[in-house]
């Protein structure tokens, strides 16, 4: 039912993976080891306390304090069927078994002279796996003290341990490299090792319970499921649910459905996030430097030697995505540019590389066009290349003496035609050119370098970051400058379109995250995260905004709140101080209680009248006021059915009266039935709290207190407590005025009008006899009467006016 986490020196536990219930303060160090064991949960700090709580009260149940220059706790475990009994594991290689009811220490195993790094629950009951810092594997009986078997594995420390369940006697045990290696208990030898199966040190293995499946998990944000079907016990990859290992630098949407977002790494791998479900993510995997060279890994190439550094720009196109690679991406520090395909998963067959000798020149920016065939390649050295996605060759270049710029390609775009190629460099310029016959057409000088840019294809609209901070806004057709925005206080990281190009957001090393909207050439929104964001997409169908941050390794989403109501978006003036959004995580439950406060104020609250005029409801539910003139009936139809009654049995002898004519006597309780014993309700009724503060209510003027007992009561609450407003009830003629003055109040005031009613017309039905004896309440009653009919005049204006406007919109020929 719980999960729980450690954070510094608080242990939190979540319910339903969603919302933390119970917070363990207590250690004062960060804690290091946790281990649930059924009611109680024991945790371990770095300074050697170790603590036993109550997981449903919070508290200490029990303390330990341990010397970490003698016993520092590294491994804890519960050994099966060894009631209230823990064992511990040290760095310095012994062992200890507590009893954590009584406070107790049972038994120290003096250890293998290492340090212990692991301890596991084997199948078998008293039998323990053991792993070590220094890679060796003792499988030891706790209950004889005895070493039955052991293992030493190559790869350093052992990170984790996991049995094997459904039959064979299977050992797993995880390496700091990311290598699993599988060990046959009953032969004693290694089987079959997986490696890299994380990219980090493998933090956690785990069997599921009778099922040929191992669950893995690493620092490398990836949790992965391997099943036993292979020959000669081998595993291999059955699902994997992962993210990036290292933050995102860039990110696009893919695709003109909004649904998948292409991410590109620090770790070098290029995957698919989507925003339907989990289940349709996508890792393209990590690109390698050559095919053939990867064939020759098993040769003595190392795993590192052969990959590609970490991509820095990317392009896609769906076109003809099914056809050949969709996908080009520049890497850090190479000229060489490689293509991908989305639908395989895979690395693309092509790398694509200018022609000639090029020094030390990278790719910097790359465009693939509308049409999914040509691709656009800028480098470092101011060269712009062209080359055909099908063959992957090279069709030709811009510029004079093979450069178009003197300076590094900052970005490059083509229009929707393949009718434009647009470049701009750091020697300032913006140039257009040519795409088929690659001669320029004009240029655009700008007042500092650029440091990137985007264009929207439908408007024609290409959006520069320059190095001082700003942004202008070119029309491709009139190659002009159409907006100049300045706000930004760091350098632009990324920005993009919405779908319609109303919109402009960008983010930058400032932390904010601003939308301009280019018609009034304004700011519009703007708002602060607390890490600088260094990504941007809006998705084509303009629901989401999707952002990548620094030292973050997830992709957050971004809701437009535009289309699910009117939002106004007014300019924001110069000297407007954004506000700080939190990103989503877990927060602290100060800040919980900050955001909730804030909420509170923002809720509006509405007024109990909004106006004189106008007359408001009770919002009861109907059964409290609209069945009170048929309590009768409706007790009547629910009375139940009495069962049919025995006749009193007859004497044996019959007692008769003596006299000359023979007659029978009557017993002796029919002379009494004929007298009631049913007392008045008024000399044994007590006052209510409604009759007491109606009383008081009538020196006062304020109705507010019984009015408001009288909305809490049901329907045969209330006929009791108008029943005994009349003296044969308990009360005086004087409550019966006080009850009329009541509901003049009520009408007066046009609040609660249904109630007003109802009340009134149960009033009259149950003492209308009595108040025409009464000449004070006739005088109330006759100047009830009339607001009544005050009331009644207005509304029923209001409501032939609405009726007669009906009517004409109905039968009118519009």
Same mark, same amino acid.
């Given at each position: 039912?719980?999960?729980?986490?450690?954070?510094?020196?608080?242990?939190?536990?979540?319910?339903?993976?969603?919302?933390?219930?119970?917070?363990?303060?207590?250690?004062?160090?960060?804690?290091?080891?946790?281990?649930?064991?059924?009611?109680?949960?024991?945790?371990?700090?770095?300074?050697?306390?170790?603590?036993?709580?109550?997981?449903?009260?919070?508290?200490?149940?029990?303390?330990?304090?341990?010397?970490?220059?003698?016993?520092?706790?590294?491994?804890?475990?519960?050994?099966?069927?060894?009631? &209230?009994?823990?064992?511990?594991?040290?760095?310095?290689?012994?062992?200890?078994?507590?009893?954590?009811?009584?406070?107790?220490?049972?038994?120290?195993?003096?250890?293998?002279?290492?340090?212990?790094? $692991?301890?596991?629950?084997?199948?078998?009951?008293?039998?323990?796996?053991?792993?070590?810092?220094?890679?060796?594997? $003792?499988?030891?009986?706790?209950?004889?003290?005895?070493?039955?078997?052991?293992?030493?594995?190559?790869?350093?420390?052992?990170?984790?341990?996991?049995?094997?369940?459904?039959?064979?006697?299977?050992?797993?045990?995880?390496?700091?490299?990311?290598?699993?290696?599988?060990?046959?208990?009953?032969?004693?030898?290694?089987?079959?090792?997986?490696?890299?199966?994380?990219?980090?040190?493998?933090?956690?293995?785990?069997?599921?319970?009778?099922?040929?499946?191992?669950?893995?998990?690493?620092?490398? &944000?990836?949790?992965?499921?391997?099943?036993?079907?292979?020959?000669?016990?081998?595993?291999?990859?059955?699902?994997?649910?992962?993210?990036?290992?290292?933050?995102?630098?860039?990110?696009?949407?893919?695709?003109?459905?909004?649904?998948?977002?292409?991410?590109?790494?620090?770790?070098?791998?290029?995957?698919?996030?989507?925003?339907?479900?989990?289940?349709?993510?996508?890792?393209?995997?990590?690109?390698?430097?050559?095919?053939?060279?990867?064939?020759?890994?098993?040769?003595?190439?190392?795993?590192?030697?052969?990959?590609?550094?970490?991509?820095?720009?990317?392009?896609?196109?769906?076109?003809?995505?099914?056809?050949?690679?969709?996908?080009?991406?520049?890497?850090? &520090?190479?000229?060489?540019?490689?293509?991908?395909?989305?639908?395989?998963?895979?690395?693309?067959?092509?790398?694509?590389?200018?022609?000639?000798?090029?020094?030390?020149?990278?790719?910097?920016?790359?465009?693939?066009?509308?049409?999914?065939?040509?691709?656009?390649?800028?480098?470092?050295?101011?060269?712009?290349?062209?080359?055909?996605?099908?063959?992957?060759?090279?069709?030709?270049?811009?510029?004079?003496?093979?450069?178009?710029?003197?300076?590094?390609?900052?970005?490059?775009?083509?229009?929707?035609?393949?009718?434009?190629?647009?470049?701009?460099?750091?020697?300032?310029?913006?140039?257009?050119?040519?795409?088929?016959?690659?001669?320029?057409?004009?240029?655009?000088?700008?007042?500092?370098?650029?440091?990137?840019?985007?264009?929207?294809?439908?408007?024609?609209?290409?959006?520069?970051?320059?190095?001082?901070?700003?942004?202008?806004?070119?029309?491709?057709?009139?190659?002009?400058?159409?907006?100049?925005?300045?706000?930004?206080?760091?350098?632009?990281?990324?920005?993009?379109?919405?779908?319609?190009?109303?919109?402009?957001?960008?983010?930058?090393?400032?932390?904010?995250?601003?939308?301009?909207?280019?018609?009034?050439?304004?700011?519009?929104?703007?708002?602060?995260?607390?890490?600088?964001?260094?990504?941007?997409?809006?998705?084509?169908?303009?629901?989401?905004?999707?952002?990548?941050?620094?030292?973050?390794?997830?992709?957050?989403?971004?809701?437009?709140?535009?289309?699910?109501?009117?939002?106004?978006?007014?300019?924001?003036?110069?000297?407007?101080?954004?506000?700080?959004?939190?990103?989503?995580?877990?927060?602290?439950?100060?800040?919980?209680?900050?955001?909730?406060?804030?909420?509170?104020?923002?809720?509006?609250?509405?007024?109990?009248?909004?106006?004189?005029?106008?007359?408001?409801?009770?919002?009861?539910?109907?059964?409290?006021?609209?069945?009170?003139?048929?309590?009768?009936?409706?007790?009547?139809? &629910?009375?139940?059915?009495?069962?049919?009654?025995?006749?009193?049995?007859?004497?044996?002898?019959?007692?008769? $009266?003596?006299?000359?004519?023979?007659?029978?006597?009557?017993?002796?309780?029919?002379?009494?039935?004929?007298?009631?014993? $049913?007392?008045?309700?008024?000399?044994?009724?007590?006052?209510?709290?409604?009759?007491?503060?109606?009383?008081?209510?009538?020196?006062?003027?304020?109705?507010?207190?019984?009015?408001?007992?009288?909305?809490?009561?049901?329907?045969?609450?209330?006929?009791?407590?108008?029943?005994?407003?009349?003296?044969?009830?308990?009360?005086?003629?004087?409550?019966?005025?006080?009850?009329?003055?009541?509901?003049?109040?009520?009408?007066?005031?046009?609040?609660?009008?249904?109630?007003?009613?109802?009340?009134?017309?149960?009033?009259?039905?149950?003492?209308?006899?009595?108040?025409?004896?009464?000449?004070?309440?006739?005088?109330?009653?006759?100047?009830?009467?009339?607001?009544?009919?005050?009331?009644?005049?207005?509304?029923?204006?209001?409501?032939?006016?609405?009726?007669?406007?009906?009517?004409?919109?109905?039968?009118?020929?519009?």
């Amino acid at each position: 039912m719980l999960v729980f986490a450690a954070s510094g020196r608080t242990v939190y536990a979540f319910a339903r993976n969603k919302e933390v219930v119970i917070q363990y303060v207590g250690h004062k160090q960060n804690v290091c080891l946790l281990l649930p064991m059924g009611d109680q949960l024991i945790s371990s700090d770095n300074s050697g306390d170790v603590i036993v709580w109550d997981v449903q009260g919070g508290d200490i149940y029990l303390q330990l304090h341990f010397d970490p220059n003698t016993f520092d706790i590294s491994a804890m475990m519960h050994p099966s069927t060894y009631l &209230n009994k823990v064992l511990l594991g040290s760095s310095q290689g012994a062992l200890q078994l507590w009893n954590i009811k009584t406070s107790k220490l049972l038994y120290v195993f003096p250890g293998w002279s290492a340090g212990v790094t $692991v301890l596991q629950q084997s199948p078998a009951v008293d039998v323990v796996g053991v792993g070590m810092a220094t890679g060796r594997i $003792v499988i030891h009986n706790i209950r004889l003290d005895e070493t039955l078997m052991s293992f030493t594995q190559d790869w350093g420390p052992i990170s984790s341990l996991a049995f094997r369940t459904d039959g064979p006697p299977i050992m797993a045990s995880g390496s700091p490299q990311g290598h699993i290696a599988f060990w046959d208990l009953e032969r004693q030898q290694l089987i079959n090792q997986q490696r890299h199966a994380h990219k980090t040190a493998v933090a956690g293995a785990t069997f599921l319970h009778g099922e040929p499946l191992l669950v893995t998990n690493g620092a490398d &944000n990836a949790i992965k499921v391997w099943i036993f079907d292979q020959e000669g016990g081998g595993a291999r990859l059955l699902r994997c649910r992962q993210g990036h290992s290292a933050p995102p630098t860039t990110i696009r949407h893919h695709g003109n459905d909004g649904k998948n977002i292409l991410s590109a790494g620090q770790d070098g791998t290029l995957q698919s996030f989507s925003t339907v479900h989990e289940r349709f993510n996508k890792n393209l995997g990590h690109g390698s430097v050559s095919k053939k060279k990867e064939k020759k890994k098993k040769k003595g190439l190392s795993y590192d030697e052969l990959r590609l550094p970490a991509i820095t720009a990317f392009s896609s196109a769906v076109a003809r995505q099914s056809d050949w690679d969709g996908i080009v991406a520049c890497h850090r &520090n190479r000229l060489t540019v490689t293509t991908w395909n989305y639908l395989r998963c895979t690395m693309g067959a092509h790398q694509l590389k200018p022609p000639g000798p090029r020094g030390e020149a990278i790719a910097t920016a790359v465009d693939i066009t509308s049409c999914g065939n040509f691709a656009v390649i800028g480098s470092s050295c101011g060269r712009v290349d062209v080359y055909n996605l099908q063959s992957g060759l090279h069709r030709g270049f811009y510029g004079d003496n093979e450069k178009a710029h003197r300076g590094v390609v900052r970005g490059v775009a083509t229009d929707t035609l393949n009718q434009l190629t647009l470049t701009c460099g750091s020697d300032w310029l913006l140039k257009f050119w040519r795409f088929k016959k690659k001669t320029l057409q004009g240029e655009l000088k700008l007042n500092a370098a650029p440091a990137s840019m985007r264009l929207h294809r439908d408007s024609g609209m290409l959006a520069m970051a320059l190095d001082d901070f700003t942004l202008i806004v070119v029309d491709i057709e009139m190659r002009k400058v159409v907006r100049k925005f300045g706000g930004h206080h760091g350098n632009i990281t990324d920005m993009t379109f919405s779908p319609d190009s109303r919109w402009l957001v960008t983010v930058g090393m400032d932390c904010t995250i601003r939308t301009w909207d280019l018609p009034s050439g304004s700011l519009v929104d703007c708002f602060l995260v607390a890490m600088a964001p260094v990504g941007v997409s809006m998705s084509p169908t303009g629901d989401f905004l999707a952002t990548a941050h620094v030292d973050s390794l997830g992709v957050y989403l971004w809701a437009n709140r535009s289309l699910c109501g009117p939002v106004g978006l007014h300019p924001l003036p110069s000297d407007y101080q954004p506000a700080e959004e939190m990103l989503p995580g877990v927060s602290t439950e100060e800040t919980l209680q900050d955001i909730s406060l804030e909420d509170a104020d923002d809720v509006y609250q509405s007024a109990a009248q909004l106006g004189a005029e106008l007359v408001t409801l009770s919002l009861l539910p109907e059964s409290r006021w609209k069945s009170l003139l048929h309590l009768d009936t409706i007790k009547k139809r &629910n009375k139940p059915t009495a069962p049919p009654v025995a006749p009193p049995t007859a004497p044996f002898f019959l007692p008769t $009266v003596p006299g000359l004519t023979p007659r029978f006597e009557l017993p002796l309780g029919t002379t009494h039935d004929a007298q009631s014993k $049913v007392l008045p309700w008024g000399s044994l009724a007590q006052r209510s709290e409604f009759i007491s503060s109606l009383e008081s209510a009538l020196h006062s003027g304020s109705f507010d207190v019984p009015l408001r007992l009288l909305r809490e009561c049901g329907p045969s609450a209330l006929s009791v407590e108008l029943a005994s407003l009349t003296s044969e009830g308990g009360g005086a003629s004087s409550l019966l005025v006080g009850f009329i003055r009541m509901i003049d109040s009520m009408l007066a005031t046009g609040r609660d009008f249904d109630l007003s009613h109802a009340y009134l017309a149960l009033f009259l039905k149950l003492h209308l006899r009595t108040l025409s004896q009464d000449a004070v309440a006739m005088a109330a009653l006759l100047q009830l009467s009339s607001r009544l009919e005050a009331g009644w005049a207005e509304l029923r204006s209001s409501f032939n006016q609405s009726l007669c406007l009906l009517s004409f919109t109905k039968s009118a020929m519009l």
